[in-house]
């Protein structure tokens, strides 16, 4: 079972890519920006869960993939991962030889913006997979 990312509270699944993005965005100091983005993700969906991977293709592309976890319709309040339906990633790529970490970081606060309103959000966390 995957934990969540300390950094970032609920919502987001702890992955590697995501703890080196906001290491990026406190680095550079970004964070409350990601911060923010997170929140208003939180705040549109409270029971969905997003594991986010990032990093280089086989072309030598940077991507960024977000896979969604649901809970069971069963499911009153999800305990483990086990309550969870997992829906197939969604996956964003960029020709332009750019970081990948930036590239993810990007990605997340365009997320964010307006959510639940933006088309991003709706085909990632709002899609019926």
Do not use: H
């Not at 995501?18 to 969906?45: C, P, S, T």
């Not at 030889?97 to 639940?116: C, D, M, Q």
Request: proline share 4%; net charge positive; with cysteine.
């Amino acid at each position: 079972m995957q934990t969540q990312c300390p950094s970032f509270k609920a919502k987001f699944l702890y992955s590697d890519s995501l703890k080196q993005v906001a290491d990026y965005a406190a680095e550079r100091g970004k964070f409350n920006r990601l911060n923010q983005a997170r929140k208003n993700i939180d705040n549109a969906a409270l029971r969905t869960r997003l594991l986010v991977d990032a990093g280089i293709n086989e072309q030598g592309d940077a991507f960024v993939s977000f896979t969604k976890f649901a809970p069971k319709k069963e499911v009153t309040i999800p305990q483990s991962m086990a309550d969870y339906i997992k829906s197939e990633p969604i996956v964003f790529t960029t020709d332009k030889t750019r970081n990948w970490v930036k590239f993810a970081y990007e990605k997340i606060i365009k997320l964010g913006n307006s959510a639940p309103k933006n088309n991003m959000y709706k085909q990632i966390v709002l899609n019926k997979n």
